[in-house]
């Protein structure tokens, strides 16, 4: 039988009547939803109900599945602790997805368990599911801080894990949309919140699941969005199929989305292969932008290219090369992203080699191998990656932040003991505060006195 059906549901706990007290009345539709959800799961007899949750264990760079063979939680933190689960995994379905991710290299599995309690964005679906059919075992799967790639992935695994065994499953991907909708909210309303809530409702609403791997950090990051990469892992189950599509309601009256939609799946269809095509088309993409790029980033691609490709040599430097790389000598920052999200930053705020020609080589290195927030860039994700490479001007000794202007000028924070930077005209960073106090939290500049310094840059993208 295989995939049944997916479900797109919210978790507030407010809804629980025990929990809500009464204030869950004013979101009625989004309960009228989610009972209208737990009667055609108990139509559909699954055996098997998967569920991500943006509150399971969370890793940077792995995705973590219910362990072991069973799991307890309560609302017992939202003061209701009568509500109680006892949920048995599936242990035949979560140890497949865990070999087919190990056969693909992909960090997913059972590892790493910290709290075993099940959390509130399980928990919320389960109690409605539970008063209309129990006779399930339960997969958990929690989200990470890898890319939008990457989740779509894991929900092509999990099918392929479905498939393999033949289960009836439906999946469940729970999320809230965005925090920010009203003023009145707990988080209160800005434009970026509402202008994911109508993008991500429409793409919701139309299965415009492709749509969701292009969405901008800086709007992802200010809507203060919750279950976004929920719903890419359930696209990603959904991958090359068809699917009818019924939007059961939306709500922001309490200052945070909640949508419902039930998602059937339908008849093969090449051109629903998302991953694939958002590959393709971003390999073509960087083929033609490196066919246009100035010698700064030609050097620093081909000198990351040349070191992971072949064994860790360094190139030398090209005879034809811009004379001002080596005539010259400045500061080089070189930047890696991948699918939009860094993936490396390394970089010197003053000259440490002979030229800029060799600056650059040695930078674009570490910022693909040594840079300590990711793992080093491997081989096959080289066609993927967006290079840009920042020369600072000299740095200059300033009073105070009226002197900062955060798309002109980087700013350097520093003590005696600690300094931390940010470069200029970064996405999503509009005021020197924020400026400030993201180059503070770099450099771990938290109570102590500190001064200031700011620079220019030339970049070159």
């Known amino acids: 039988m295989g995939l049944l059906k997916t479900f797109v549901v919210p978790h507030p706990p407010l809804i629980v009547s025990q929990i809500g007290r009464g204030s869950e009345k004013q979101v009625l539709k989004t309960i009228e939803s989610y009972e209208r959800v737990a009667d055609e799961i108990a139509k559909l007899k699954p055996d098997t109900i998967i569920i991500s949750s943006p509150h399971a264990q969370l890793y940077a760079d792995y995705f973590h599945i219910s362990p072991n063979s069973e799991a307890y939680g309560s609302f017992d933190n939202f003061g209701a602790g009568n509500i109680q689960f006892h949920e048995y995994y599936d242990e035949e379905l979560v140890r497949e997805i865990s070999v087919l991710a190990r056969k693909e290299s992909f960090p997913a599995g059972t590892y790493g368990e910290k709290n075993p309690n099940l959390d509130h964005g399980t928990m919320v ?20 801080n890898l890319d939008e790639l990457a989740h779509y992935h894991l929900g092509e695994i999990i099918k392929k894990a479905i498939d393999n065994l033949d289960r009836k499953v439906v999946y469940v991907a729970s999320g809230d949309l965005s925090h920010h909708l009203q003023e009145y909210g707990p988080y209160g309303k800005n434009e970026e919140g509402v202008e994911y809530e109508k993008l991500i409702m429409d793409d919701l609403s139309t299965a415009s699941f492709n749509k969701l791997l292009n969405y901008s950090e800086n709007l992802r990051s200010k809507a203060g969005i919750c279950g976004h990469d929920s719903f890419i892992i359930m696209a990603g189950v959904l991958n090359g199929l068809n699917v009818d599509v019924e939007t059961l309601s939306h709500e922001d009256i309490t200052g945070v989305g909640y949508g419902v939609c039930i998602y059937t799946p339908k008849e093969y269809n090449k051109a629903r292969e998302f991953r694939r095509i958002y590959l393709e088309k971003e390999k073509e993409r960087l083929e033609i932008r490196y066919l246009k790029v100035d010698d700064y980033i030609k050097l620093a691609r081909n000198t990351i290219f040349e070191y992971i490709f072949n064994n860790k040599h360094i190139i030398d430097i090209p005879e034809d090369i811009n004379n001002e790389l080596i005539s010259n000598q400045a500061g080089v920052f070189v930047t890696i992203h991948k699918f939009g999200k860094l993936r490396g930053c390394i970089g010197t705020i003053i000259p440490t080699r002979k030229n800029i020609a060799t600056e650059i080589i040695y930078n674009a290195i570490k910022a693909a191998t040594a840079d300590q927030r990711f793992d080093p860039i491997e081989i096959d994700e080289l066609p993927y990656l967006d ?7 000299p ?5 105070s932040i009226e002197e900062l202007n955060p798309k002109r000028y980087g700013v350097i924070v520093y003590t005696d003991t600690k300094r931390g930077l940010l470069l200029p005209d970064l996405e999503g960073i509009d005021t020197v505060e924020e400026q400030v106090k993201i180059a503070k939290r770099k450099g771990n500049i938290i109570y102590e006195n500190y001064k200031l310094q700011r620079f220019e840059v030339i970049r070159h993208k």
């Open 395 to 399: 740095l200059e000794d300033i009073e």
């Open 125 to 144: 679906p389960l109690y409605f599911i539970e008063k209309k059919y129990k006779n399930f075992k339960l997969v958990r799967i929690g989200l990470s």
């Open 387 to 393: 290079i840009d490479v920042d020369v600072l001007g």
